[in-house]
């Protein structure tokens, strides 16, 4: 594997990581303040990888990516966070608190986004490599690295936070039963409506290993698309 390959995909990881915390985080966050206060007395409202590590979903799925699905963007999840029905104030508190994961990721792509504007008009190195860090991202050679400038890690890293946020927004909100797309559809579905949607859980993983990428890849492509012509053009 070319050394730049490995080197990309430990920083796309290492973004990933802390977007899932992030994740997690805000569900608990919400959580408490729509009255259930049980992630928090578990130690899930934090920033802390550790608290949010899953094996299969930060370790074992995105080195799958990066071995069985070269150039593909690692993606994964973490632990899903425990919520109390009946501790919330209101019927819709636990649709809030699942939601708020999914929108603490598009948040945070949108922050990166303003920080690389910001960057793009006070530095001159920034805007003179910001097009390279856009190349590298998607995997497209961009010359000899050592002569860019010290704020070319920054860069980068800001603009994998774009995609990866993105990427791992759009992927939670498919409706699977174990996504939380999945969960916020649960709560819309009659009685026998949710127990088959439970029932055929293994069948919905089946489907999502099968087309999950590409589903979310037909609203990411263009949304991605959206977020770098705003990069680029203001």
Known sequence: MPPLTLGLFIFELIVMVFAISLHG????????????????????????????????????????????????????????????????RNKNGEVLSVLAGPASQFLAAVVALLLLLVLKHTMPAANQTLIAAVLLANHRVVGDLSAMPSIFPVLLVLYLAIMVNLLLCLFNLLPMPFLDGGKILRRFLSYNAAKAFDQYQMFFLIAFMLVGGVLVGIVFDPLMAFFTGLLIRL
């Open 25 to 88: 985080y805000a569900q608990a966050w919400m959580a408490r303040r729509q009255g259930d206060p049980t992630a928090m007395m578990i130690g899930r409202e934090t920033m802390n990888p550790a608290m949010h590590y899953d094996t299969w979903g930060t370790v074992i799925w995105p080195l799958l990516c990066l071995f069985l699905f070269h150039g593909a963007m690692p993606y994964g999840w973490g632990k899903p966070v425990p919520m109390t029905y009946r501790n919330f």
